[in-house]
Antibody, heavy 124, light 108 residues
Framework: EVQLLESGGGLVQPGGSLRLSCAAS????????MSWVRQAPGKGLEWVSS????????YFADSVKGRFTISRDNSKNTLYLQMNSLRADDTAVYYC?????????????????WGQGTLVTVSS | EIVMTQSPATLSVSPGERATLSCRAS??????LVWYQQKPGQAPRLLIY???TRATGIPARFSGSGSGTEFTLTINTMQSEDIAIYYC??????????FGQGTKVEIK
């Protein structure tokens, strides 16, 4: 059974940093593109970032480019999102999501499994 | 960036009736479109991929159609368990991978 378990969310002041983790199990983690998708309170879904199976190729939404870093440790089956220079509009539930296809192209397509999310609140 | 626009924002459907949800892309995404269902307090669940193929375990009352810029998700014989927000997402032109703003489906 595929499981994705996010952690690391919490309350942080504007300008602060936070690192999210996503522990994966139930599938061969290293061969799938993994992504972060967020949802602000009462709002829709927003793709944030993706990383290829090898970790060498990354993509970022313009809204987070230069502030967020995505990485993975395939030996630990864990995905990370390092968030710096946080702003109030980064407040959201952050979901870890697995791509439907095994990675042959380095980019995601769509997401067949999602974690339950971790809430990040940026406020003073 | 491709903008995805869903309509209506809210849809009220009687039990057993049909629900029709629309998703429009600002430019062609061919058939590279998926639908997700998100129930209150839960993560999204993949319903339809490739515009019309049901994902594993999705009931047959859910169907998708369309190509290019116009897409439809149909829920035949609406059930109470189908109360949710439904999102479309394109994966044709990227980055970014973009979602519609969602359609909330409620029971009348």
């Amino acid at each position: 059974e595929v499981q994705l378990l996010e952690s690391g969310g919490g309350l942080v002041q504007p300008g602060g940093s936070l690192r999210l983790s996503c522990a994966a199990s139930g599938f061969t983690f290293s061969i799938y593109v993994m992504s972060w998708v967020r949802q602000a309170p009462g709002k829709g879904l927003e793709w944030v970032s993706s990383v290829s199976g090898s970790g060498y190729t990354t993509y970022f939404a313009d809204s987070v480019k230069g502030r967020f870093t995505i990485s993975r440790d395939n030996s630990k089956n864990t995905l990370y999102l390092q968030m710096n220079s946080l702003r109030a509009d980064d407040t959201a539930v952050y979901y870890c999501a697995k791509d439907y296809y095994s990675d042959t192209s380095g980019h995601p397509y769509y997401f067949d499994y999602w974690g339950q999310g971790t809430l990040v609140t940026v406020s003073s | 960036e491709i903008v995805m626009t869903q309509s209506p924002a809210t849809l009220s459907v009687s039990p057993g009736e049909r629900a029709t949800l629309s998703c429009r892309a600002s430019q062609s995404v061919t058939s590279n479109l998926v639908w997700y269902q998100q129930k209150p307090g839960q993560a999204p669940r993949l319903l339809i991929y490739g515009a019309s193929t049901r994902a594993t375990g999705i009931p047959a009352r859910f169907s998708g159609s369309g190509s290019g810029t116009e897409f439809t998700l149909t829920i035949n014989t609406m059930q109470s368990e189908d109360i949710a927000i439904y999102y479309c997402q394109q994966y044709n032109n990227w980055p970014p991978w973009t979602f519609g703003q969602g359609t909330k489906v409620e029971i009348k």
